[in-house]
């Protein structure tokens, strides 16, 4: 147990762990920066600047940046703690009552309030040229952002997100001192700096496969991870994975794939990436009970976890009504936070977690904006990648984050933040922005699996005597069935629903291969009347094996991206073209399905690979 660590003083927390036998041969060598001993000069009044190599910012052609941005309440939240529904109550009906669809208005009213809900309210936003701030904390405007910068972050961004991060998402993080964050240009940037960081790179013809580092993973992954280490020549080593996420232990599990190492594959794995809330692609959601099994068999095998988590703040407690997740061993401040499931630096004893975050799903995939929280040694290290790579996220999206949160820093600073006074949306702001996006989320979940739910299965008739309901007496042979068509857990977070189909109930299951009736299904939900594109289970398998064995079982949902009254609809075409597919009897049809596919050797499952930019 992890309490026999620390207490809930700061006082007893540890040191963080010294990882530096973990860091590749780069990281080691990249030398420290002595800018910091600097400063003082730069600081000597009227100094001039001789030094640096800056352009002027006179000669920026942008005065200001201007932008109508959302104020922070724009959507409505959902319940933190929903209560037990009545069983015949579904998830959608109880929301419905609590609140509307996607902020507009509902039923008589809907007419009366279009207008204003097709335009909803905005607050005008301003980065100015100069902000006549000379504190560069709170100085947001062109002449700094769009200057060169620091590599850890535009500075009242980066103080901003630090703050936030230690004292709201992450109060308890129980090592000395705390972690340190870096700003990153999104997830796939902090990932990829981090397995720099972390592991060296492998090639099978000139290094020993005893030096092969390897990367464990959830059995079905988010694989433009998996694509950023395989190159690198990481040994990809999944995990079995149940409903929550990764197991801990058993078969397959975390302790056996360790313990059980076969070493003519490599090195056993040092690093872990996983993705711990609304799992891409099974959308699983790990509990702190299982969090604190898989973080001691970390420990115990000296693993570094890197927890991608972009869908954290989008858990549906309404999926698990009832289950109150404990309260955390100090408050956030904020009663929305506090309820969420907490990151692994929650239990960090040690200091070897990654946490990888992001304005992605928060605000726009288009940002580049993220940032990771780490122990301060390895985010020093990670800063001297940065330094070396991308310098900085972009000073226009770092001072347009800036201003939307933080705004003006006095009545002389003619910038407008993000809410309606021109101030910014302020730490309640940002916290307020976050529940709204759950509330809208949740919603929409929630109506796609009340869909999926009523078209799980079918009605089958037969004429096999050992079926459970004989349908005509007068014909002994004739039977009705209710076959299971698929299965799906109403996912407590994400963005995602995993649909597991069960093809042995499928009238050809016996004549064509299950794999092929998954690509036949895939097809003939692309046609008329159903025009439905889904993720085939493969495109996120990390083996072959997994590929080969099981993926094709399953395909991976978005209730994200379509517009918010068209989820229903488009779900209800998904279940209808299943079980449209369940009817087909003839073997004929499936391969006249297959037949274009065949001939262009056409690969659905990297194409969609692409098509969906391997989100
Ligand atoms: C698990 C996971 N990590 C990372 C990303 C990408 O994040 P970013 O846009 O911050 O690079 C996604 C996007 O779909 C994701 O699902």
């Known amino acids: 147990m992890t309490s026999t660590y620390y207490t809930s003083d700061p006082a007893s927390f540890p040191e963080p762990i010294d990882l530096s036998h973990h860091l590749s041969r780069s990281t080691r060598a990249r030398e420290a920066s002595s800018v910091k001993r600097f400063y003082k000069y730069f600081a000597i009044p009227g100094i001039a600047q001789l030094a640096g190599g800056l352009p002027n910012d006179k000669y920026f052609p942008f005065d200001t940046l201007e932008a109508k941005a959302s104020h922070p309440n724009r959507w409505k939240p959902t319940p933190n703690r929903p209560v037990d529904p009545p069983a015949d109550d579904p998830p959608t009906a109880r929301l419905d009552k609590l609140t509307v669809s996607d902020g507009k208005a509902k039923g008589k009213n809907k007419d009366k309030n279009k207008g204003k809900h097709d335009e909803p309210p905005a607050s005008r936003l301003l980065v100015p040229h100069d902000s006549h701030t000379p504190d560069p904390l709170h100085k947001i405007d062109l002449m700094s952002a769009l200057q060169y910068g620091q590599a850890q972050g535009y500075p009242p961004l980066y103080y901003f997100i630090r703050q936030f991060t230690r004292e709201n998402l992450h109060p308890f993080v129980p090592y000395k001192n705390g972690p340190e964050v870096i700003l990153t240009c999104g997830s796939t940037d902090g990932f990829s700096k981090t397995i720099q960081a972390l592991s060296n790179e492998w090639s099978a013809e000139h290094d020993p496969v005893n030096e092969r580092p390897g990367l464990l993973c959830e059995e079905y992954a988010y694989m433009n991870a998996i ?12 995990v079995k994975i149940d409903d929550e996420g990764m197991l801990a232990k058993g078969p397959g599990g975390l302790e056996d794939v360790m313990e059980n190492w076969d070493f003519s594959k490599g090195r056993r794995p040092h690093l872990m990436y996983t993705v711990t809330i609304g799992q891409n692609p099974t959308s699983g959601t790990l509990s702190v009970a299982r969090r604190t099994e898989i973080y001691a068999v970390c420990v115990k095998y000296d693993i570094v976890i890197i927890e991608d988590d972009p869908y954290w ?13 404990a309260r955390p061993n100090k408050s956030s401040g904020f009663d929305f936070l506090d309820s969420l499931i907490p990151s692994y630096l929650s239990i960090d004893y040690q200091g070897r977690v990654v946490r990888l975050d992001t304005f992605s799903k928060t605000v726009a995939p288009g940002c ?11 985010a020093e290290r990670i800063l001297r990648i940065t330094e070396t790579s991308t310098q900085q996220p972009s000073g226009f999206v770092q001072s347009m984050i800036a201003e939307l949160l933080m705004g003006p820093s006095s009545a002389n600073d003619p910038g407008r933040g993000g809410a309606a006074d021109g101030n910014g949306w302020k730490v309640d702001g940002w916290v307020r922005w976050l529940e709204g996006l759950r509330g809208n989320y949740e919603r929409r979940m929630q109506t796609m699996c009340d869909v999926l739910d009523r078209g799980r299965s079918i009605v089958k008739t037969g004429r096999r005597r050992s079926l459970s309901f004989v349908a005509d007496s007068d014909d002994e042979w004739a039977v009705v069935e209710k076959a299971q068509i698929y299965s799906f857990v109403r996912p407590l977070g994400g963005m995602f629903v995993w649909v597991r189909f069960d093809f042995t109930t499928h009238p050809l299951a016996d004549e064509v291969p299950h794999a092929r009736l998954s690509q036949a299904l895939w097809v003939f939900w692309t046609q008329k009347p159903y025009l439905c594109l889904v993720a085939p289970g493969s ?14 079982n399953c395909v991976r949902l978005c209730f994200a991206a379509c517009p918010a009254e068209d989820v229903k609809p488009i779900s209800k075409r998904f279940v209808d073209g299943a079980q449209a597919f369940w009817r087909i009897r003839k073997k004929s049809t499936v391969d006249k399905l297959l037949e274009e596919e065949e001939v262009e050797d056409f690969d659905h499952v990297a194409g969609m690979a692409v098509l969906t930019s391997m989100c």
């Open 227 to 238: 694509q950023t280490a395989r190159p690198r020549g990481l040994n990809i080593a999944p």
């Open 313 to 325: 703040y989008l858990q549906f407690p309404s999926s698990s009504p009832g289950v109150v997740n």
């Open 368 to 378: 580049r904006l993220g940032w990771i929280t780490t122990q301060p040694a390895l």
């Open 539 to 552: 495109m996120f398998a990390p083996t072959p094996e997994i590929r080969e064995k099981d993926a094709y």
